[in-house]
Structures are given as structure tokens and as C-alpha cells.
């Protein structure tokens, strides 16, 4: 059984930076894919950023271009969204989601269908 476990998200201003963590338990952390979206309310889920199984590999979305960077611990397990320059736009539920199988960070980016999904963090940027 694979969970992804999400920290807490947050309240920031803008301008402010704000740090996320997926924790990925199971056996498949060192094999899987991991890519975190976000949906703002009345909008359709997107995506932001992922990082490939090896993580050798980075994808952005072109918001999160120059902003976001996205870190992959394999001695904790553990995936880490660093937003920086926050925005008001950048506010919404930020999910981490995973697939197995030694997937690309590109991968991540074409679709929603996804394995395994985090709970969820708010993030709200104050304007």
C-alpha cells in the first residue's frame, strides 16, 4: 500500500515563499514519479512541477518556471515543493501525486490520471 502524506499548507503574503513535503510511504519511492498539482476554486485541477523517479529529471509548468522548485529526498522519502515569489494567482490545494514504474517528469505533466494522490495542502496567498 503506497500514501502520500502532505504537510500542512499555509498562509503567506505576496512575495513570501512557502516550502511543501510529500512523504511517500512505501516500497516504490525509489522507482516512482512525483508531481504535485494544485486547483484553485472553480478551476479545473493543473499542473505545476515534477520531478522523475531518479530525480534527474525536472518538469515545470510555466507558471512555476523561475518560481518552484521541486526536490527529491530518498533518504527521507520525501518530496519538497519550494514556492518562492508567491502570487494571489498561486493560491489553491496543492496535491502530490505518484506513479511507479520508473516515469519521466515530463510524464507527470500530460494527464491527471495519476496512482497515487496526497490529501491535499491549502496554500492561500494574501494579496
Known amino acids: 500500500q503506497v500514501q502520500l502524506l502532505q504537510s500542512e499548507g499555509g498562509l503567506v503574503e505576496t512575495g513570501g515563499s512557502l516550502r511543501l513535503s510529500c512523504a511517500v510511504a512505501?516500497?516504490?519511492?525509489?522507482?516512482?514519479?512525483v508531481g504535485w498539482f494544485r486547483q484553485a476554486p472553480g478551476k479545473e485541477r493543473e499542473f505545476v512541477i515534477a520531478?522523475?523517479?531518479?530525480?534527474?529529471?525536472?518538469y515545470y509548468s510555466d507558471s512555476a518556471n523561475g518560481r518552484f522548485t521541486i526536490t527529491k529526498d530518498i533518504a527521507k522519502n520525501t518530496v519538497y515543493l519550494q514556492m518562492n515569489s508567491l502570487r494571489p494567482e498561486d493560491t489553491g490545494e496543492y496535491y502530490c501525486?505518484?506513479?511507479?514504474?520508473?516515469?519521466?517528469?515530463?510524464?507527470?505533466?500530460?494527464?491527471?490520471?495519476?496512482?497515487?494522490w496526497g490529501q491535499g495542502s491549502q496554500v492561500t496567498v494574501s494579496s
Open positions: 512505501g516500497p516504490t519511492f525509489t522507482t516512482a514519479a
Open positions: 520531478i522523475s523517479w531518479s530525480g534527474g529529471s525536472k
Open positions: 501525486a505518484a506513479d511507479k514504474g520508473l516515469k519521466s517528469a515530463q510524464s507527470m505533466a500530460v494527464s491527471l490520471v495519476h496512482e497515487y
